[in-house]
């Protein structure tokens, strides 16, 4: 049985800022776009890519919130009327096996065990691997050419 799942953001923080100007929007950091292809705009919510056309917000998103050296920020896309999605247990989707993808495996305190920079096609591999240390407690995957946070890998039982 798979050890982990990816899990989607809750849109719930999001949703609301849609409804703002884009004035109000850019007085937050924030810049509202229309995907011009596919893929390329990775929305971190249905952990799926935007369709040509769909509305998205680009953000600052705290994404690593934890008392530890790690605490961590950087810029996310988030499309308008998703569903938090949380995939079945094992499953990695196109958003993530068309991307290099950076894993960074944290401890329960938010300090960084092991990380490593591998394809997309790879990444179930390496994610089974770093869950086989039982100190590991979650693992943080973020687009490696980009940087920016993509979605998180929980344990399961």
Do not use: W
């Not at 799942?5 to 923080?13: A, F, N, R, Y």
């Amino acid at each position: 049985m798979p050890s982990y799942q990816l899990v989607g953001l809750q849109p719930d923080e999001f949703e609301p800022l849609f409804l703002l100007t884009d004035a109000d929007l850019k007085a937050r950091g924030i810049t509202r776009h229309k995907a011009d292809s596919f893929p390329g705009y990775p929305c971190r919510i249905s952990l799926e890519d935007a369709r040509e056309g769909e509305e998205l917000l680009l953000l600052p998103f705290e994404h690593h919130r934890t008392e530890s050296p790690y605490r961590a920020a950087g810029p996310i896309y988030v499309r308008r009327g998703q569903s938090a999605r949380s995939l079945p247990p094992g499953e990695v989707p196109p958003y993530v096996t068309r991307r290099v993808i950076s894993l960074r495996a944290y401890d329960e305190d938010g300090l960084m065990l092991e990380a490593d920079v591998v394809p997309g096609t790879s990444v179930a591999d390496r994610l089974e691997a770093m869950f086989a240390s039982d100190l590991v407690a979650y693992v943080h995957l973020h687009n490696a050419k980009q940087g920016c946070y993509s979605c998180l890998a929980r344990r399961v039982a």
